[in-house]
């Protein structure tokens, strides 16, 4: 029998920096009836494997899921391998393009090995909603668009705000939310979890359950975090991301680079620690923020990649940039010249990656350098210089303040 502690302790711990909760009440009354009965709630999160990686942002629902499951209730993963080819246009100014069977599945299994990272997998019943999406036959599907109007789903915001700028929704746009919400039918949910951008799916949940003669879910919601900018949410594509796959050097050293405001709400929403530790952590005048900072990269590093890693990471990043000390093992490349030159934005895109244009912004803004042996240091501030294999010969690329390349020309 799982073990539950007092319902108010609970609550404090699973609302925490939750953005919404509909509805508290039943949440408490539900926790209640779980501890009289000793039986755990349904805890239901979907995830559709849309692309193959998740990032710390994916992680602060599954790290809610995870403290429901610390608190001894069952978590059910969905791994939508069928909404996932509608493509959810949650936040979306457009149709999303809609993926295959076999690409969903490619990412459905790296998406699984990553949640582990954050979930206690044996604890956790992982099922794809092709399970019962693909038995239904097209009378079902009538059935099921039946059960919501055009005008209610046209009071979701993403979905007026294209309306009124004349911009296309496509019909399958519309099953999204259905089959989300008949998700939570098919696994009697008690509880589901989502971004906040997911709170018309989760209502419908409820309105299909209510529907079905069950007790409707609660829904709770988590903020979605900024990214590295500390302005736009975390996102691959914005590259403001960090990977929880992420080698745990370069993953500690993105998160020294955050801007100090954003460690309030990261502390509280990708860690455990308690809220008067983050208050004191967060607080100039009682913590240095890059003290503070260091004890944030630490705890999220270690949380990936384990106390080893962790601690390597942290002593290699004070001895590159406290220290002044370079990297032992940077990557080495060879530089490939033409009539034994080249130029230096094409040196910078060669060896760093990125486009001709990233590569020129970067030289013109200063981004670029090359380090002697000695420490000395030469800014590729011309992206148009002119470098020979002796320019080059035992030198290091530094591009940023954590990408180093020891050049082989």
């Known amino acids: 029998m799982p073990h539950f502690a007092p319902i108010a302790d609970q609550l404090k711990d699973l609302l925490r920096g939750v953005a919404d909760c509909i509805d508290e009440a039943e949440l408490r009354l539900r926790l209640r009836k779980s501890l009289e009965c000793g039986k755990?709630?349904?805890?239901?999160?979907?995830?559709?494997?849309?692309?193959?990686?998740?990032?710390?942002?994916?992680?602060?629902?599954?790290?809610?899921?995870?403290?429901?499951?610390?608190?001894?209730?069952?978590?059910?993963?969905?791994?939508?391998?069928?909404?996932?080819?509608?493509?959810?246009?949650?936040?979306?100014?457009?149709?999303?393009?809609?993926?295959?069977?076999?690409?969903?599945?490619?990412?459905?299994?790296?998406?699984?090995a990553q949640a582990a990272k954050i979930l206690d997998m044996k604890q956790t019943e992982v099922v794809r909603n092709g399970e019962w999406f693909h038995g239904m036959e097209f009378l079902d599907v009538l059935k099921l668009s039946a059960r919501t109007t055009v005008s209610q789903m046209l009071e979701r915001d993403d979905f007026t705000k294209r309306f009124d700028a004349e911009q296309p929704i496509s019909l399958h746009e519309f099953l999204y939310p259905l089959m989300q919400g008949w998700d939570s039918v098919q696994v009697r949910a008690d509880v589901e979890l989502g971004g906040t951008d997911q709170l018309f799916n989760l209502l419908m949940g409820r309105r299909l359950q209510e529907q079905e003669g069950m007790a409707p879910q609660v829904c709770i919601t988590t903020p979605i975090i900024p990214g590295l900018d500390g302005e736009q949410k975390m996102s691959k594509s914005l590259g403001n991301a960090i990977g929880v796959t992420l080698e745990a050097n370069d993953m500690f050293g993105k998160v020294m680079s955050i801007p100090d405001a954003l460690m309030p709400p990261w502390y509280t929403l990708l860690t455990?620690?308690?809220?008067?530790?983050?208050?004191?952590?967060?607080?100039?005048?009682?913590?240095?923020?890059?003290?503070?900072?260091?004890?944030?990269?630490?705890?999220?590093?270690?949380?990936?990649?384990?106390?080893?890693?962790?601690?390597?990471?942290?002593?290699?990043?004070?001895?590159?940039?406290?220290?002044?000390?370079?990297?032992?093992?940077?990557?080495?490349?060879?530089v490939e010249l033409t009539d034994g030159s080249i130029a230096a934005w094409a040196l910078i895109k060669q060896v760093h990656g990125g486009s001709g244009g990233d590569a020129r912004r970067l030289a013109t803004q200063g981004g670029a350098k090359l380090i002697l042996a000695s420490g000395q240091e030469q800014t590729l501030n011309d992206p148009n210089a002119t470098l020979t294999a002796a320019d080059l010969q035992g030198r290091v690329l530094k591009v940023g303040k954590r990408h180093f390349y020891r050049l082989k020309p």
Do not use: W
């Not at 692309?51 to 993963?77: C, E, M, N, W, Y």
């Not at 979306?92 to 076999?102: D, G, V, W, Y």
């Not at 990936?304 to 942290?314: P, T, Y």
């Open 40 to 112: 755990p709630l349904r805890v239901k999160l979907g995830i559709d494997p849309s692309s193959p990686d998740i990032h710390l942002g994916h992680t602060v629902v599954l790290r809610k899921l995870r403290a429901f499951q610390a608190h001894g209730h069952h978590a059910v993963l969905i791994i939508g391998d069928y909404t996932a080819m509608v493509g959810d246009p949650s936040g979306r100014n457009k149709t999303r393009p809609q993926l295959s069977i076999e690409q969903v599945e490619r990412n459905a299994l790296t998406y699984i």
């Open 272 to 334: 455990r620690e308690p809220e008067e530790k983050i208050s004191r952590l967060c607080d100039p005048a009682r913590t240095h923020p890059r003290e503070a900072k260091l004890a944030l990269a630490h705890l999220i590093t270690q949380e990936m990649h384990g106390v080893e890693s962790a601690a390597a990471a942290q002593q290699a990043f004070e001895s590159t940039f406290s220290k002044g000390e370079l990297p032992a093992d940077m990557p080495e490349s060879t």
